[in-house]
């Protein structure tokens, strides 16, 4: 049942499972987001969800800048006390967020800077004071896991006032009851036209932070009757020419694919691996784990470092170490029950991360700090 609290969202660009999120929100209170842009510069068109049901969408007007920021004034006409009970600020790293942010600041109003993941670098001073000033703003803060909120603190944040949620992308539809039964995987991989015995899926746009080539380097390694499929768009000639030069005929280019499209090439895998160089989370890792696949991933990746726990449900490996992540494949795939076991645990570990289950959780956060300062009052 819906109840009358006023929200405000902040984010960058409508991305689809923000939209199932903020759909799912907007059942539950009356909210309205700011969108930075309608679309990032770095994304497939057909990528996009536009089905603004359950609340008020509003696209500010503002400079474009980079590939999917921008810089919009008209922000601050909308963070005022009297407008809304809550203001969540969905990031603190585009100049539309940092106005927002300094705009909150300066009216000393509260509010929750939302966090997706975070990763601790080494920053020079000036840097370092910049995230620190930002991130330290907020009344409260938003984390996705124990990794994030060391983030957080890290640039200044109050650790008693850090609250953790299931950070997702999936519906509870999304997550399978039960791994994939062999007989589906050999019908989709006659679909597809896939002849190798095993398959290993990876998922990202070609570019060097999601580390592809560490991943064509550590496939000299696998055996051939291992299929190594790519999926995320038109590889550059560097993808191509190192393919080439390794000579490696059981790893694949695929297009970009829609998220229906997707669901085949997760069915008929064995294992996910994601050899990112920096994911401040990774998505992917979710979904994966939501088909039943063991994962092998970076110490890079903050998902997986949530997630992924090793012999349980995968292995995380040193970023940068083709060898390393080749012994992990291995440890994974030559023996099917481990595969299975992993399987199991990856689908019950992802349980709780559903978009239901993250409204709720922001929902009872919302309550508690409204409830906090009607006491203060």
């Given at each position: 049942?819906?109840?009358e609290k006023r929200i405000l969202f902040?984010?960058?660009?409508?991305?689809?499972?923000?939209?199932?999120?903020?759909?799912?929100?907007?059942?539950?209170?009356?909210?309205?987001?700011?969108?930075?842009?309608?679309?990032?510069?770095?994304?497939?068109?057909?990528?996009?969800?536009?089905?603004?049901?359950?609340?008020?969408?509003?696209?500010?007007?503002?400079?474009?800048?980079?590939?999917?920021?921008?810089?919009?004034?008209?922000?601050?006409?909308?963070?005022?006390?009297?407008?809304?009970?809550?203001?969540?600020?969905?990031?603190?790293?585009?100049?539309?967020?940092?106005?927002?942010?300094?705009?909150?600041?300066?009216?000393?109003?509260?509010?929750?800077?939302?966090?997706?993941?975070?990763?601790?670098?080494?920053?020079?001073?000036?840097?370092?004071?910049?995230?620190?000033?930002?991130?330290?703003?907020?009344?409260?803060?938003?984390?996705?896991?124990?990794?994030?909120?060391?983030?957080?603190?890290?640039?200044?944040?109050?650790?008693?006032?850090i609250i953790t949620y299931p950070f997702?992308?999936?519906?509870?539809?999304?997550?399978?009851?039960?791994?994939?039964?062999?007989?589906?995987?050999?019908?989709?991989?006659?679909?597809?036209?896939?002849?190798?015995?095993?398959?290993?899926?990876?998922?990202?746009?070609?570019?060097?932070?999601?580390?592809?080539?560490?991943?064509?380097?550590?496939?000299?390694?696998?055996?051939?009757?291992?299929?190594?499929?790519?999926?995320?768009?038109?590889?550059?000639?560097?993808?191509?020419?190192?393919?080439?030069?390794?000579?490696?005929?059981?790893?694949?280019?695929?297009?970009?694919?829609?998220?229906?499209?997707?669901?085949?090439?997760?069915?008929?895998?064995?294992?996910?691996?994601?050899?990112t160089r920096g994911d401040v989370w990774?998505?992917?890792?979710?979904?994966?784990?939501?088909?039943?696949?063991?994962?092998?991933?970076?110490?890079?990746?903050?998902?997986?470092?949530?997630?992924?726990?090793?012999?349980?449900?995968?292995?995380?490996?040193?970023?940068?170490?083709?060898?390393?992540?080749?012994?992990?494949?291995?440890?994974?795939?030559?023996?099917?029950?481990?595969?299975?076991?992993?399987?199991?645990?990856?689908?019950?570990?992802?349980?709780?991360?559903?978009?239901?289950?993250?409204?709720?959780?922001?929902?009872?956060?919302?309550?508690?700090?409204?409830?906090?300062?009607?006491?203060?009052?």
């Amino acid at each position: 049942m819906k109840n009358e609290k006023r929200i405000l969202f902040l984010t960058n660009i409508p991305s689809p499972y923000r939209i199932d999120f903020f759909n799912e929100l907007g059942n539950h209170c009356e909210l309205t987001v700011l969108f930075e842009r309608e679309t990032s510069d770095e994304r497939n068109l057909s990528w996009y969800n536009n089905n603004y049901n359950n609340f008020k969408a509003i696209f500010l007007k503002g400079k474009k800048i980079k590939k999917n920021m921008a810089l919009c004034f008209d922000v601050s006409k909308y963070l005022k006390r009297e407008l809304f009970d809550i203001i969540i600020v969905g990031g603190y790293s585009t100049p539309t967020g940092m106005l927002a942010i300094e705009t909150l600041r300066k009216r000393k109003i509260p509010f929750i800077l939302n966090t997706d993941g975070g990763i601790i670098k080494e920053d020079s001073k000036y840097r370092y004071l910049i995230k620190k000033h930002f991130i330290s703003s907020a009344t409260y803060w938003l984390s996705t896991g124990n990794h994030t909120t060391d983030y957080l603190v890290h640039y200044g944040a109050n650790k008693d006032n850090i609250i953790t949620y299931p950070f997702t992308s999936l519906l509870q539809k999304d997550i399978l009851a039960n791994p994939p039964h062999e007989n589906l995987k050999n019908e989709i991989k006659s679909k597809l036209n896939i002849k190798e015995d095993k398959i290993i899926l990876s998922i990202g746009r070609f570019i060097n932070i999601k580390g592809f080539d560490v991943l064509l380097k550590s496939s000299e390694n696998l055996p051939k009757n291992y299929g190594i499929y790519i999926v995320g768009g038109e590889p550059t000639p560097e993808y191509m020419d190192l393919k080439n030069r390794l000579n490696l005929s059981n790893v694949y280019f695929i297009d970009f694919k829609s998220r229906d499209e997707l669901k085949d090439y997760y069915l008929v895998s064995d294992l996910f691996v994601l050899p990112t160089r920096g994911d401040v989370w990774g998505l992917v890792i979710n979904e994966a784990m939501a088909f039943g696949l063991p994962i092998v991933t970076t110490n890079k990746c903050v998902a997986g470092l949530e997630l992924v726990k090793d012999n349980e449900n995968g292995f995380i490996v040193p970023v940068n170490n083709s060898s390393a992540l080749a012994k992990r494949i291995i440890d994974v795939l030559k023996d099917q029950k481990v595969v299975e076991k992993m399987s199991r645990n990856s689908l019950d570990k992802i349980q709780k991360y559903t978009i239901e289950n993250m409204v709720s959780v922001h929902m009872s956060i919302i309550d508690s700090i409204l409830y906090k300062d009607k006491e203060k009052c």
